[in-house]
Nanobody
């Protein structure tokens, strides 16, 4: 089991910044590919960003590329999402997930993730 807890959400004006954190406990954090997803009311959960086990490879949705930066600190069992130049359309509930070990599915697919946090709300006002 892996327990994930997100933090750092809040309300900001358009153009502002937030830094989300995802703290992990349980099994070895460094063994898991990690991802950030978001879900707005009435919409499906969508991929935002992902990071490989070592942190050497990162992936972004086109909508956030150039504005968001994902990182991880395996020594602290924590993943981060630095969000800059936030837009109203970034308003959503943000989740972190740990991808299934031996997963052969795409990293952008939410069904490939075995563990999820409870989510942290990000609200951007224009």
């Amino acid at each position: 089991q892996v327990q994930l807890v997100e933090s750092g959400g809040g309300s900001v004006q358009a153009g502002g910044s937030l830094r989300l954190s995802c703290a992990a406990s349980g099994r070895t954090f460094s063994s898991y590919f990690m991802g950030w997803f978001r879900q707005a009311p009435g919409k499906e959960r969508e991929f935002v960003s992902g990071i490989s086990t070592s942190g050497s490879n990162t992936y972004y949705a086109d909508s956030v590329k150039g504005r968001f930066t994902i990182s991880r600190d395996n020594a602290k069992n924590t993943m981060y999402l630095q969000m800059n130049n936030l837009k109203a359309e970034d308003t959503s509930l943000y989740f972190c997930g740990a991808r299934r070990l031996m997963s052969k599915g795409g990293y952008a697919r939410s069904d490939q993730y075995a563990y999820w946090g409870q989510g942290t709300q990000v609200t951007v006002s224009s």
